[in-house]
């Protein structure tokens, strides 16, 4: 779905594990790597698209994770020109999203990346939380900036509750 500025409505995805690192993913034959995210379908929840992206993209169901928060709001970028499909029909110029910050709480046997009908990533691995701003391509930066900041005291309150519960 595409608004009427031409953002494409999208979900992105942060995942983190019990120690706080992020899932970050590359994409099929690309030296690129990014969060999971995709696109919201007609009649589709922000929500809905979110159980059915990370289904499709890293094999996970809603029952093996768990929702820690969402941006307050809509964050978006920009496509850089030469990415823009002018021949396309309504055209995109880049990206509004809603991002989730969810845990994992299966193994990291359950990511599957070959869940979807044509895979989006080729490898995935768990990297510090602010690791991914040095990576992501250069467009995407501020967003992944603006969504990384909101999330981190949910992701530190969650590392000192471990600290508590473990220090007895």
Same mark, same amino acid.
């Given at each position: 779905? @595409?608004?009427?500025?031409?953002?494409?409505?999208?979900? +992105?995805?942060?995942?983190?594990?019990?120690?706080?690192?992020?899932?970050?993913?590359?994409?099929?034959?690309?030296?690129?790597?990014?969060?999971?995210?995709?696109?919201?379908?007609?009649?589709?929840?922000?929500?809905?698209?979110?159980?059915?992206? #990370?289904?499709?993209?890293?094999?996970?169901?809603?029952?093996?994770?768990?929702?820690? +928060?969402?941006?307050?709001?809509?964050?978006?970028?920009?496509?850089?020109?030469?990415?823009?499909?002018?021949?396309?029909?309504?055209?995109? @110029? +880049?990206?509004?999203?809603?991002?989730? #910050? #969810?845990?994992?709480?299966?193994?990291?046997?359950?990511?599957?990346? %070959? %869940? +979807?009908?044509?895979? %989006?990533?080729?490898?995935?691995?768990?990297?510090?939380?602010?690791?991914?701003?040095?990576?992501?391509?250069?467009?995407?930066?501020?967003?992944?900036?603006?969504?990384?900041?909101?999330?981190?005291?949910? @992701?530190?309150?969650?590392?000192?509750?471990?600290?508590?519960?473990?220090?007895?």
């Amino acid at each position: 779905m @595409i608004d009427q500025k031409g953002y494409r409505l999208n979900v +992105g995805i942060i995942l983190s594990n019990q120690e706080g690192k992020l899932l970050w993913a590359k994409r099929v034959g690309q030296d690129a790597w990014q969060f999971p995210q995709g696109g919201i379908k007609p009649a589709e929840t922000p929500k809905q698209a979110l159980f059915r992206e #990370l289904r499709e993209e890293i094999g996970l169901t809603a029952q093996q994770v768990k929702i820690i +928060g969402y941006t307050k709001r809509w964050l978006s970028y920009r496509l850089p020109n030469h990415l823009i499909r002018y021949y396309q029909k309504p055209v995109c @110029i +880049g990206q509004k999203q809603v991002w989730y #910050l #969810l845990r994992i709480l299966s193994s990291d046997n359950a990511i599957n990346l %070959e %869940e +979807g009908d044509v895979p %989006e990533f080729d490898h995935w691995q768990w990297v510090d939380y602010w690791k991914p701003l040095e990576q992501v391509v250069y467009f995407k930066r501020r967003v992944y900036e603006m969504a990384l900041q909101e999330f981190e005291p949910l @992701i530190q309150r969650k590392r000192i509750y471990k600290v508590v519960l473990h220090s007895k």
